[in-house]
């Protein structure tokens, strides 16, 4: 009875073992290709699943996350005979378990290879110029090429990427002479164009002084000759007004007459040697003597004094 019994329990045991083993849970963004008798059955996505024993099988665990393929440099020769190591990054990701479990023996191995081949291909068509100054288009190109060849494995490539181009020694050196040279003339360029600038600067300084200066010449002109004619304005006015002012006093003819003798006067007064009088002026003058004479107007010269008698002496009081 103890034997029949260690039995059972033995066989429960074994039982419920190979319940458990039965029991699969499934990971987040994991896909488990299922197999029957040796062919493909299913594929269990997420979640918790139970096989049959002895009969179904699970032929192989695939990731859904995006992956990375780092792929060693590879010697690339270019359009113009130039030898070159590249290696580049891969990313991609399984998008069908099935196609990916049966579609190529080792798709990672696979993957790598279709890299290398590609990328020899696309540099070949190229210059060592183009190579260095293109890695936008290799990426393109390489990325478009690998994602139609990997869709009967269930990969899909989203991108590519060189991470290093490293041309021969020779060219290295050469590249960094012509950079040297380049940034010299870039240099002499720009030294040129600054003397340009500046030389151009000082003309138009210059120019923008001569112009200030002569509108400030001009202006003064202005203002001088602005200033002389309201003086002779301003003469003359005052002259206007002093006519218009004898007129309106009344004044006769005799005074007019003493007014121009009074001008002579004055004008005698100058450094002038001699002095030429209209015939006018001089019997104007003898008519102004005469009339002086007769009325006394006009006479400035004092009269003499006359002399005083002696008193007479009284001769009772002396």
Known sequence: MEFLLLAFIGICALLLALVCSCIKIVPQATQYVIEFLGKYKCTWDAGIHIKIP???RVANKITLKEQVMDSPPQPVITKDNVTMQIDTVVFFRIFDAKLYSYGVVNPIRALENLTAT??????????L???LTSR???NTKMAEILDEATDQWGMKVS????KNIIPPSEIQNAMEKQMKAERDRRETLLQAEGHKAAAITRAEGDKQAMILEAEGERDARIARAEGEAKAIYLSKKAEADGLAALKEAGVDAAVLELKKYEALVSMSN???SKLIIPTDAVSAVTNNAIFSETTGLGDNTKAVPKAKKPAKKD????
């Open 159 to 162: 991108r590519v990427e060189l």
């Open 54 to 56: 002895f009969l179904e």
């Open 270 to 272: 100058g450094t002038a």
């Open 129 to 131: 110029d183009g190579t």
């Open 136 to 138: 936008d288009i290799i």
């Open 118 to 127: 590609t990328l020899r291909n696309i540099v070949g068509e190229m210059e």
């Open 315 to 318: 001769e009772c009081c002396d």
